[in-house]
């Protein structure tokens, strides 16, 4: 069925504001998988909400349902440069006594403003852990390949 806002004639493509469902996956280019839902349920997004990276939803750009891309993207390209203000160490007595702490694990934070942030736990030692708010794929070549189901 043709959405109601399709010309006669074309085929509906990704816009910014576009209601999508797809499959995705993210990669290292040495092929190491971060995340995929292709043997999952698919994703449902509203573009430009924040949901997926906007250097990421410019890909998406002008995709047709039933279209399915790989993208190489340059580290700059895809979540940016590892930067090192982003790396930070805490004193275990400032870190909230209910997280559990386990080197080379993503921690959860909550935000004052009530939202969350996530990073990755480097180090431990009986003082202080040494975390990276980085995105684990900022300073890496990326492989993002999609596949759009749905245009709504």
Do not use: W
């Not at 959405?3 to 004639?9: D, E, H, T």
């Not at 190489?72 to 930067?83: E, I, M, R």
């Not at 852990?129 to 189901?149: C, M, Q, S, T």
């Amino acid at each position: 069925m043709k959405p109601a806002n399709a010309p006669s004639g074309t085929t509906p493509t990704v816009a910014r504001d576009s209601y999508l469902t797809l499959h995705y996956s993210l990669s290292d280019v040495d092929g190491t998988e971060h995340v995929s839902t292709f043997d999952l349920s698919p994703a449902t997004l509203q573009m430009g909400s924040g949901q997926l990276a906007e250097t990421l939803e410019r890909c998406l750009l002008g995709m047709a349902a039933g279209q399915r891309q790989v993208f190489q993207l340059a580290a700059d390209d895809a979540f940016g440069a590892h930067n090192p203000r982003l790396v930070e160490r805490i004193a275990r007595s400032a870190l909230p006594p209910e997280i559990e702490l386990r080197a080379n694990s993503l921690i959860e934070f909550s935000a004052p403003d009530g939202g969350g942030f996530a990073g990755f736990l480097r180090e431990l030692s009986e003082t202080s852990a040494l975390f990276d708010f980085n995105h684990p794929l900022a300073g890496k070549p990326v492989r993002f390949e999609v596949e759009v189901i749905a245009i709504m």
